[in-house]
């Protein structure tokens, strides 16, 4: 071991080696090495066992300690083999071919990836949720592998590390803070799990508790994380996901604070609160749990505990007697509201953080997990308001303004057809009901299409937009999720034209507040309405002949069907910003 040691020693003041086979007694190189490296492995340890005294780390920096080389290991195995493939099996195809092995090399890379986030767990399975959310921004086979696997398969801490977590952040096991404590959690997530508890009053209580170690090792994950994505894009310069990287690297320091995700809930309670004295019907139908501060730390949250059905689950729904329309009509109207009135906006909507449960006779909607959230500045709220109501009424000239403002460039089609999912040629159909998209393989196919046809445009807008605007990308998808598991009861871009129509109304009167502004704002909201009346007759109408089984024969009336990717606009030479 020893003679090992002293190895470590420069050459320059090495002697020469020798065999620990001979005792060192007889030649003085062979003392001189051998005190040498009794120095050397003296001083090791001592500095070692100096740290350790002085620093004194705990079992997590310790498991950290061993875990990063480890996890760091399987970073570069993945990265490595998924470059290796990409460039060997890519080679010099062109066309067809080229398009079906780069599928078939997407498929490959998405099952390492997921192999990775198992392995690692913690920071990764978050990064692999968060891929699978993003539809058409990434690649189908990552997005839906992620999707799949990954959104409902989440580690478990063991009893052990949860009471060792109380025991640290607030000085006692969970048995001294709660008359009754559930050993086994009732849900598990990527960065935390769920406990059943009462308190001594018998009060119900949520208790969220943080898996160990996630704080300790989240820098190094990153930092690893973000070196990967940087060796892919020095190779494939057309696949740049530095802005993933720095979503995370912004947000999840946020996320693993649970003191800041209590702050969100405060904040959005009271946000709702104020909508529902100023008369918004839906306000007053959504639920956030109460925070018990008493027992809550930066690891743990506790809260109030509520009973209630998935927000997806349409069989519970019936059970209470519950109408899929007015559920998916409440989760629009709270999401729209949330993102052009009050700008302060929950970006982690899907179906495991929203529950519904039936009070006085109505649906009501309870808000879970409030560590993700965006807050947007006036200016950014009322522009991207004004964008909305540009793509609902297939304003061009309004399309072309407002997005250049999120720095869409001459690529504002395909920034269009990122956030409606839809065609450019679609979006500027002179027809009501020219966003509403049908999910068949089809279409899927399309969007699959128009996305590796423009990998690098879209590239580009994802590194340049805006950074609010990528959680809202995200939560924009999440919706379109519930909605379409919901059977699309409503049509929400009917209610997100009437919400972005309010706030830009609400500007116009608080920046000039006369009878003739009062009399354009009003004219301009009763043609939002007349418009949106039209809208509602129609789809009526269309569900009433396919009651009677005459939807199929009129032409006229039946859903955008994309079928072939269809040519991008020709761009001025001045850009959009001629419009």
């Not at 729904?317 to 999401?335: D, N, Q």
């Not at 909607?365 to 709220?381: A, E, I, N, P, Q």
């Not at 950074?467 to 924009?476: E, G, H, S, W, Y």
Request: overall charge positive; aromatic content about 8%.
């Amino acid at each position: 071991m020893l003679g090992r040691l002293g190895r470590l020693v420069p050459p320059s003041l090495r002697c020469l080696t020798y065999s620990t086979n001979h005792t060192a007694a007889g030649n003085p190189s062979r003392r001189s090495a051998w005190r040498w490296s009794a120095v050397v492995g003296t001083s090791l340890m001592a500095g070692v066992g100096g740290g350790l005294l002085v620093y004194q780390p705990t079992a997590e920096d310790l498991r950290a300690a061993y875990l990063t080389p480890v996890r760091l290991g399987r970073d570069v195995y993945t990265a490595a083999t998924t470059v290796i493939d990409y460039k060997l099996s890519l080679g010099s195809l062109t066309g067809a071919a080229r398009e079906v092995a780069l599928r078939e090399c997407h498929q490959r890379g998405a099952n390492r990836l997921l192999a990775l986030c198992f392995a690692n767990g913690g920071v990764y399975t978050k990064l692999g949720q968060h891929i699978g959310q993003l539809d058409h921004l990434l690649p189908e086979e990552y997005v839906l592998t992620m999707r799949e696997h990954l959104l409902d398969r989440c580690p478990v801490s063991p009893p052990e590390e949860v009471r060792r977590t109380f025991e640290q952040d607030l000085g006692a096991p969970p048995e001294k803070h709660f008359a009754y404590f559930s050993p086994e959690p009732i849900a598990s997530a990527s960065l935390a799990q769920v406990h059943e508890a009462r308190d001594h009053t018998g009060r119900r209580l949520a208790v969220k508790v943080q898996h160990a170690g996630l704080r300790e090792s989240c820098a190094a994950d990153v930092a690893t994380i973000s070196a990967l994505v940087a060796a892919v894009r020095w190779i494939f310069p057309d696949f740049d996901y530095g802005w993933l990287v720095d979503e995370i690297k912004e947000n999840l320091p946020r996320e693993l604070d649970f003191r800041h995700e209590a702050s969100n809930a405060e904040r959005c309670r009271a946000n709702l609160q104020r909508s529902a004295q100023h008369g918004a019907w839906h306000a007053g139908r959504v639920h956030v749990p109460q925070i018990d501060y008493r027992t809550s730390s930066n690891r743990i949250l506790t809260m109030e505990f509520i009973d209630g059905v998935g927000v997806t689950d349409t069989t519970a729904l019936a059970r209470l007697g519950l109408s899929r329309r007015e559920v998916m009509m409440l989760v629009a109207e709270t999401f729209n509201e949330m993102i052009f009135a009050h700008g302060y906006v929950h970006c982690d909507p899907h179906a495991a953080n929203m529950l519904v449960r039936k009070v006085d006779g109505h649906a009501q909607l309870v808000l879970l997990d409030h560590g993700l959230y965006k807050s947007y500045t006036d200016s950014f709220r009322l522009a991207y308001a004004a964008l909305w109501r540009s793509l609902i009424f297939a304003d061009e000239a309004g399309i072309r303004r407002y997005s250049a403002s999120m720095n869409a460039g001459d690529a504002y089609d395909i920034f269009a057809s990122i956030l409606t999912q839809r065609s450019w040629d679609q979006i500027l159909e002179a027809r009501s009901d020219h966003l509403a998209v049908q999910r068949t393989p089809q279409t899927r196919q399309v969007a699959q299409q128009y996305m590796a046809t423009y990998s690098r445009e879209i590239t580009g807008l994802l590194q340049r937009m805006p950074r609010p605007l990528l959680l809202l990308l995200k939560t924009n998808d999440c919706l379109r999720s519930i909605d379409f598991a919901l059977g699309e009861p409503v049509n929400t871009f009917v209610i997100t034209a009437r919400e972005c129509s309010a706030a830009l109304a609400r500007e116009r009167l608080r920046g000039a507040p006369g009878p003739l502004v009062r009399l354009a704002v009003a004219w301009e909201r009763l043609q939002v309405e007349g418009r949106m009346l039209g809208f509602e007759l129609l789809l009526w109408y269309r569900g009433f002949r396919a009651r009677l089984r005459l939807g199929s024969r009129i032409k006229d009336a039946a859903p955008i069907m994309a079928t072939e990717l269809p040519p991008r606009p020709q761009h001025r030479a001045g850009g959009p910003a001629d419009a």
